[in-house]
């Protein structure tokens, strides 16, 4: 079993970064790639990027040029830092072990304006 726990989540201004952390434990390698989601009150959970355990690395046109989505295979990590945050990033940021049904807990990032 994998157990996903994310942290680095706060508030920041418009503008500002922010580096979230997701932590792998458990049978980490069965984790085939890796991904961040995002859901913001009221709406749908939506898929921010995902990586490979190669390093591949997928992007949503909203977060294109801004997110960067990272992996430590040696600490079982993976990172997602956002530059350049604008209030429509604010939401509760999800790690996912892709195409599993294994969630971390989440990490609140709120950008005010």
């Known amino acids: 079993q994998v157990q996903l726990v994310e942290s680095g989540g706060g508030l920041v201004q418009a503008g500002g970064s922010l580096r979230l952390s997701c932590a792998a434990s458990g049978s980490t390698f069965s984790i085939n790639a890796n991904a961040w989601y995002r859901q913001a009150p009221g709406k749908q959970r939506e898929l921010v990027a995902t990586?490979?355990?190669?390093?591949?690395?997928n992007y949503a046109d909203s977060v294109k040029g801004r997110f960067t989505i990272s992996r430590d295979n040696a600490k079982n990590t993976v990172y997602l830092q956002m530059n350049s945050l604008k209030p429509e990033d604010t939401a509760v940021y999800y790690c996912?072990?892709?195409?599993?049904?294994?969630w971390g807990q989440g990490t609140q990032v709120t950008v005010s304006s």
């Open positions: 996912n072990a892709w195409g599993t049904r294994i």
């Open positions: 990586i490979s355990t190669g390093g591949t690395t």
